[in-house]
């Protein structure tokens, strides 16, 4: 196919400048002018027309000496001697000058008969590949010039680019077109004679545009298993400008029912369940024997043992062999991790510890009378089945759920514990003392933590007065029930590891609170156990058979990308004041990020060295979980006195998640979220960056959240914004709990709780705005993608759609109940509607008119 570039043959005089340098700036000038420097026509060498003119002039002045002698009559006289010398002069001089003719003659004849050195080497063509019609699209992988030309000897070829810059050789190989490929090329190619160079260039025009739409579409067998995947999901019916989440996730949730033995079934679960696959295992049936041992060794469970007396009921000392040997926090939750305001250094710390069921709210709300109701069954039915008198079981486990009730009208609310700040107490073993009394604080540290304390000892304290009033409620409450509860607790954490008739018991419980309609698998269950136990060993088993390096470099490129992105958004903003600004792009500069996997995890003897004091028995499964908690639980606690491992990774690799670590100020992208529909190496990198690019936005943002910016570069808690800058934060903040709080899952008629979700709305909407212009970034140096088949949309378009495709899911109404009322994150529909609604880059790309339900005309943004 004929090329629509201009091409000019420029043959260079020995006049240029041509001796192996490139042309001057005002040679390029005129070449870029479109001027033809040099004749074009004459093919003689500068020695040849030299050589003609000496000739010319000798012949003229032999003309002269024949002039003078011609009126002399020759005829009929004898030459005289002077005559005879002037004419054998005469003779002499024109047989020299045929002579020099003669010569001069022959050796050009022969020099262009054997050599023809001194003709410039003639450039015949340039040849474009691939043969397509120009102008050039962006995003065309690959474009070859080839300067064709011919000489002898071999001329020697260079190429002068459009931004001055040159390159040797026949070919020129161009990558990736973008617009900046754009302009005049020229070919210069040169050979030498007697010290001279002789030259010739030839120049074509190449124009590369930006308009996406005459791209050729991507046929390859990934683009076309990619928009199938796509277009499996969506509902092309629904107008993606009044509710995006239809469009994009109509038809998965239709092609993806809720399994049985789920409450809830998304991507996240999806992609969960084919961890599990690969790390499929059988899990050993054990009778309850193992589990009514272990109540012995707590002091024995009073509804099933008839023979129990408080007599030796201290609870101090349950709750603190609990906490040591089960790593169960049964009303405190007692733990060691790094100091808020000096991250360096490791400390005890107390918060309110969780309930048996998700949230307080399933305890104090009028409409959750059928949880209680189930809930009460549940604990009835374990305690039969462990061997108590029915009426007894029926009467104490009551008792039990009104001092659990109790428990929770004294707990604090989920959505006023975000302020860490706020609640940050650090006191000492006395002063706590004197704070809680009634209760020996210095014993209760004493039964699990292994190291000499005393009353001086520093304990940070979040939940001082939950601690306060659990308290009381317990000194108002008979130790029979405290006890009930307290062993309930336990067993509560340990059925899952016993027989069937037990997990059939709680599975019968989750059919109330999640909605599920059979028991999930054996071995899916056993999965789901190994590597929440092990999950750097399960991990390490994942990333050898299932993870490429590759993706963890380009996960890297990503961060590096966002990240700019994040730091452009912070200059930009007009609320901060600029000495907070400046720190906030250092907090931002100094995160770590932690991709896939620690490199320690490949080698099998520091495998082994993790897990060296962990000890199992074969054909003890249950025994061996409780050696398993102790594992944990003393590798817990005895960091008390060592510093705080900055470096240690704490998340496992074959997880479906993401992290943000205000303490160590680090972001994690474990190996399990590295995969499809988060991001493939196949992938065109709009659906990348709409994917996991957005994960990486997302983690970044939480390090400024109402939480997160309350940390420094170095992860202590610490006041380094502003008050006025920190004014105008929470007049954002309001602005986006307004609205989140006025979404409705229509599914059960219930409001989104905006005040306790605001931390991951924060960061979705910071998370999208970030990947979105870092994808425009890339796109911008590298150029449009090809189109995806079978998919009328843009690549920006894209972007958002895979976005939103990743929270495409279903929930029962008992599961999005529990989302409501506990999680921290808004359910699927409204992560994709909360931040598109908000996104003006969303609006535009999808041409969504003003004031339609994903284009309002009032938007909130934090970041």
């Given at each position: 196919m004929p090329l629509t570039a201009h091409h000019k043959y420029i043959p260079t005089s020995t006049n240029d400048q041509c001796n192996g340098e490139i042309p001057s700036q005002h040679t390029k000038q005129s070449l870029n002018a479109g001027s033809n420097n040099g004749s074009g026509n004459s093919k003689q060498c500068v020695l040849l027309q030299n050589a003609d003119r000496d000739n010319e002039k000798a012949g003229k002045d032999n003309d002269v000496r024949f002039s003078r002698t011609s009126n002399q009559s020759c005829a009929g006289r004898k030459w005289t001697n002077r005559e005879k010398y002037l004419l054998a002069i005469c003779c002499l001089l024109f047989t020299a000058c045929i002579v020099f003719i003669l010569i001069a003659f022959a050796r050009d004849v022969l020099f262009k008969a054997h050599h023809q050195c001194h003709v410039p080497p003639e450039i015949r063509s340039i040849e474009i590949l691939p043969s397509i019609q120009s102008p050039y699209n962006e995003g065309l992988p690959s474009l070859t010039l080839i300067c064709n030309a011919t000489g002898t000897p071999s001329p020697v070829h260079w190429w002068v680019l459009p931004d001055g810059?040159?390159?040797?050789?026949?070919?020129?190989?161009?990558?990736?077109?973008?617009?900046?490929?754009?302009?005049?090329?020229?070919?210069?190619?040169?050979?030498?004679?007697?010290?001279?160079?002789?030259?010739?260039?030839?120049?074509?025009?190449?124009?590369?545009?930006?308009?996406?739409?005459?791209?050729?579409?991507?046929?390859?067998?990934?683009?076309?298993?990619?928009?199938?995947?796509?277009?499996?999901?969506?509902?092309?019916?629904?107008?993606?400008?009044?509710?995006?989440?239809?469009?994009?996730?109509?038809?998965?949730?239709?092609?993806?029912?809720?399994?049985?033995?789920?409450?809830?079934?998304?991507?996240?679960?999806?992609?969960?369940?084919?961890?599990?696959?690969?790390?499929?295992?059988?899990?050993?049936?054990?009778?309850?024997?193992?589990?009514?041992?272990?109540?012995?060794?707590?002091?024995?469970?009073?509804?099933?043992?008839?023979?129990?007396?408080?007599?030796?009921?201290?609870?101090?000392?349950?709750?603190?062999?609990?906490?040591?040997?089960?790593?169960?926090?049964?009303?405190?939750?007692?733990?060691?991790?790094?100091?808020?305001?000096?991250?360096?250094?490791?400390?005890?710390?107390?918060?309110?510890?969780?309930?048996?069921?998700?949230?307080?709210?399933?305890?104090?709300?009028?409409?959750?009378?059928?949880?209680?109701?189930?809930?009460?069954?549940?604990?009835?039915?374990?305690?039969?089945?462990?061997?108590?008198?029915?009426?007894?079981?029926?009467?104490?486990?009551?008792?039990?759920?009104?001092?659990?009730?109790?428990?929770?009208?004294?707990?604090?609310?989920?959505?006023?514990?975000?302020?860490?700040?706020?609640?940050?107490?650090?006191?000492?073993?006395?002063?706590?003392?004197?704070?809680?009394?009634?209760?020996?604080?210095?014993?209760?540290?004493?039964?699990?933590?292994?190291?000499?304390?005393?009353?001086?000892?520093?304990?940070?304290?979040?939940?001082?007065?939950?601690?306060?009033?659990?308290?009381?409620?317990?000194?108002?409450?008979?130790?029979?029930?405290?006890?009930?509860?307290?062993?309930?607790?336990?067993?509560?954490?340990?059925?899952?590891?016993?027989?069937?008739?037990?997990?059939?018991?709680?599975?019968?419980?989750?059919?109330?609170m999640q909605g599920i309609l059979t028991e999930k698998p054996k071995w899916q269950k056993c999965v789901e156990y190994v590597n929440k136990k092990f999950g750097i060993a399960s991990g390490a088993m994942f990333v050898r058979d299932n993870f490429r390096k590759e993706r963890k470099e380009m996960a890297l490129e990503m961060i590096h990308d966002i990240r700019e992105a994040f730091n452009e958004l912070l200059e930009e903003n007009d609320w901060m004041d600029d000495e907070t600004r400046a720190v906030a792009r250092e907090k931002a500069n100094a995160m770590r990020e932690r991709i896939s996997y620690p490199d320690f995890i490949l080698e099998d003897q520091e495998l082994d060295e993790k897990y060296k004091d962990l000890q199992f028995l074969e054909g003890q499964f249950f025994e061996n979980n409780l050696r398993l908690e102790l594992f944990d639980a003393t590798s817990t606690i005895r960091k008390l006195r060592e510093p705080v491992d900055k470096e240690k990774w704490e998340q496992y690799p074959a997880v479906v998640n993401a992290f943000y670590n205000p303490n160590t100020n680090d972001i994690v992208f474990p190996a399990g979220i590295l995969q499809m529909p988060f991001y493939s190496e196949f992938f065109p990198r709009s659906l990348n960056f709409g994917g996991i690019g957005v994960v990486i936005g997302h983690e970044i943002t939480h390090g400024f959240d109402d939480k997160g910016r309350?940390?420094?570069?170095?992860?202590?808690?610490?006041?380094?914004?502003?008050?006025?800058?920190?004014?105008?934060?929470?007049?954002?903040?309001?602005?986006?709990?307004?609205?989140?709080?006025?979404?409705?899952?229509?599914?059960?008629?219930?409001?989104?709780?905006?005040?306790?979700?605001?931390?991951?709305?924060?960061?979705?909407?910071?998370?999208?705005?970030?990947?979105?212009?870092?994808?425009?970034?890339?796109?911008?140096?590298?150029?449009?993608?090809?189109?995806?088949?079978?998919?009328?949309?843009?690549?920006?378009?894209?972007?958002?759609?895979?976005?939103?495709?990743i929270w495409c899911g279903n929930m029962r109404d008992e599961e999005a109940l529990n989302k409501i009322r506990s999680s921290v994150h808004s359910p699927g529909p409204i992560r994709v509607l909360g931040p598109l609604s908000n996104s003006y880059d969303f609006a535009k790309a999808y041409s969504c008119p003003l004031n339609s339900s994903m284009n309002p005309e009032y938007k909130c943004a934090v970041w």
């Amino acid at each position: 196919m004929p090329l629509t570039a201009h091409h000019k043959y420029i043959p260079t005089s020995t006049n240029d400048q041509c001796n192996g340098e490139i042309p001057s700036q005002h040679t390029k000038q005129s070449l870029n002018a479109g001027s033809n420097n040099g004749s074009g026509n004459s093919k003689q060498c500068v020695l040849l027309q030299n050589a003609d003119r000496d000739n010319e002039k000798a012949g003229k002045d032999n003309d002269v000496r024949f002039s003078r002698t011609s009126n002399q009559s020759c005829a009929g006289r004898k030459w005289t001697n002077r005559e005879k010398y002037l004419l054998a002069i005469c003779c002499l001089l024109f047989t020299a000058c045929i002579v020099f003719i003669l010569i001069a003659f022959a050796r050009d004849v022969l020099f262009k008969a054997h050599h023809q050195c001194h003709v410039p080497p003639e450039i015949r063509s340039i040849e474009i590949l691939p043969s397509i019609q120009s102008p050039y699209n962006e995003g065309l992988p690959s474009l070859t010039l080839i300067c064709n030309a011919t000489g002898t000897p071999s001329p020697v070829h260079w190429w002068v680019l459009p931004d001055g810059t040159t390159r040797h050789g026949h070919t020129l190989e161009l990558h990736n077109l973008t617009v900046q490929h754009s302009g005049t090329y020229l070919c210069r190619v040169s050979h030498q004679y007697n010290g001279k160079e002789f030259c010739s260039n030839k120049t074509t025009n190449i124009t590369v545009e930006r308009t996406q739409g005459k791209l050729p579409v991507c046929l390859t067998q990934h683009c076309v298993v990619t928009a199938a995947h796509l277009l499996s999901s969506m509902d092309q019916s629904a107008d993606p400008c009044e509710n995006f989440f239809q469009f994009a996730c109509g038809n998965w949730n239709k092609n993806n029912p809720i399994p049985e033995d789920k409450a809830s079934f998304n991507t996240f679960e999806k992609l969960h369940d084919d961890l599990q696959i690969a790390l499929k295992a059988e899990i050993e049936k054990v009778g309850d024997s193992p589990l009514r041992k272990a109540l012995a060794n707590l002091g024995g469970w009073p509804v099933i043992d008839s023979k129990w007396t408080d007599a030796k009921f201290v609870l101090e000392d349950i709750l603190g062999n609990i906490r040591g040997h089960y790593n169960s926090p049964v009303l405190i939750d007692a733990f060691i991790a790094a100091d808020d305001k000096n991250s360096s250094v490791n400390i005890i710390q107390l918060e309110q510890p969780e309930l048996s069921m998700p949230s307080r709210d399933y305890y104090l709300k009028d409409n959750s009378s059928r949880y209680m109701r189930a809930y009460l069954t549940y604990m009835i039915d374990i305690a039969t089945l462990l061997g108590a008198e029915k009426n007894t079981a029926i009467k104490e486990m009551k008792q039990v759920l009104q001092f659990e009730t109790a428990l929770a009208k004294v707990s604090q609310p989920q959505n006023e514990r975000h302020d860490t700040g706020a609640r940050y107490k650090k006191i000492t073993i006395k002063q706590l003392q004197t704070l809680v009394p009634m209760f020996d604080w210095l014993r209760y540290f004493r039964t699990f933590i292994p190291v000499p304390l005393d009353e001086l000892e520093p304990v940070v304290v979040f939940a001082p007065e939950y601690l306060k009033d659990m308290i009381e409620v317990t000194r108002s409450t008979e130790k029979r029930v405290i006890a009930n509860y307290i062993l309930w607790r336990v067993i509560f954490d340990l059925v899952p590891q016993t027989t069937a008739s037990f997990q059939q018991a709680q599975n019968e419980f989750e059919k109330v609170m999640q909605g599920i309609l059979t028991e999930k698998p054996k071995w899916q269950k056993c999965v789901e156990y190994v590597n929440k136990k092990f999950g750097i060993a399960s991990g390490a088993m994942f990333v050898r058979d299932n993870f490429r390096k590759e993706r963890k470099e380009m996960a890297l490129e990503m961060i590096h990308d966002i990240r700019e992105a994040f730091n452009e958004l912070l200059e930009e903003n007009d609320w901060m004041d600029d000495e907070t600004r400046a720190v906030a792009r250092e907090k931002a500069n100094a995160m770590r990020e932690r991709i896939s996997y620690p490199d320690f995890i490949l080698e099998d003897q520091e495998l082994d060295e993790k897990y060296k004091d962990l000890q199992f028995l074969e054909g003890q499964f249950f025994e061996n979980n409780l050696r398993l908690e102790l594992f944990d639980a003393t590798s817990t606690i005895r960091k008390l006195r060592e510093p705080v491992d900055k470096e240690k990774w704490e998340q496992y690799p074959a997880v479906v998640n993401a992290f943000y670590n205000p303490n160590t100020n680090d972001i994690v992208f474990p190996a399990g979220i590295l995969q499809m529909p988060f991001y493939s190496e196949f992938f065109p990198r709009s659906l990348n960056f709409g994917g996991i690019g957005v994960v990486i936005g997302h983690e970044i943002t939480h390090g400024f959240d109402d939480k997160g910016r309350q940390y420094d570069k170095d992860g202590n808690l610490k006041q380094w914004w502003k008050n006025v800058t920190i004014e105008m934060f929470r007049e954002r903040t309001q602005c986006m709990i307004a609205q989140y709080s006025s979404y409705k899952l229509k599914q059960i008629d219930q409001q989104i709780d905006g005040k306790n979700t605001l931390g991951e709305n924060i960061a979705d909407n910071g998370g999208l705005k970030q990947a979105y212009r870092a994808y425009k970034k890339w796109e911008h140096k590298h150029g449009k993608e090809h189109p995806l088949p079978g998919l009328n949309l843009t690549h920006d378009q894209l972007f958002f759609l895979n976005y939103a495709q990743i929270w495409c899911g279903n929930m029962r109404d008992e599961e999005a109940l529990n989302k409501i009322r506990s999680s921290v994150h808004s359910p699927g529909p409204i992560r994709v509607l909360g931040p598109l609604s908000n996104s003006y880059d969303f609006a535009k790309a999808y041409s969504c008119p003003l004031n339609s339900s994903m284009n309002p005309e009032y938007k909130c943004a934090v970041w």
